[in-house]
């Protein structure tokens, strides 16, 4: 949330997987609107707040089971090749991220939804369910002002 750069000296500004485990998130995305030069990108990348408010049941069923219009934070505990990690994650809906955006003078020019590809979920099948509920949200925004 305090980049060591002067006022619109980037073309881009890239946040990936990073902002929903940034405590003052708002500063972080203000501080990127500062960097920017105007007509500059700033590209973010999150886990989907759907994904994060919900979870699949045995039958594939996708239960929201946690409120998706508030903001909450929760314990993110990942265990890959023998390390395990805990991320201190806040949930935070849609419209959290787009007013940050807006009041950093940014306007949202692309927002994207990936999926997995066919041959993606024919190679991991547990991948597959992912095809029906969001698990990634991308935005781009460019400076406006």
């Excluded at 007509?39 to 707040?49: D, F, K, R, S």
């Excluded at 809906?93 to 993606?120: K, Q, T």
């Amino acid at each position: 949330a305090a980049l060591p750069f002067r006022d619109g000296v980037a073309d881009l500004v890239a946040s990936f997987m990073t902002l929903m485990d940034t405590d003052d998130f708002a500063a972080a995305v203000s501080e990127a609107g500062r960097v920017l030069r105007r007509g500059g990108w700033y590209c973010i990348a999150i886990v989907h707040p759907l994904a994060e408010s919900g979870r699949f049941l045995e039958d594939q069923s996708f239960l929201v089971d946690r409120p998706y219009l508030q903001v909450w934070r929760y314990p993110d505990e990942l265990h890959r090749q023998g390390i395990e990690m805990t991320f201190h994650t806040e949930h935070r809906p849609i419209e959290s991220y787009a007013r940050a955006l807006e009041d950093a003078g940014l306007v949202i020019e692309a927002i994207r939804e990936p999926m997995p590809d066919l041959a993606m979920a024919a190679e991991q099948p547990s991948e597959e369910r992912w095809r029906r509920i969001p698990n990634f949200l991308m935005l781009r925004a460019r400076k406006d002002r």
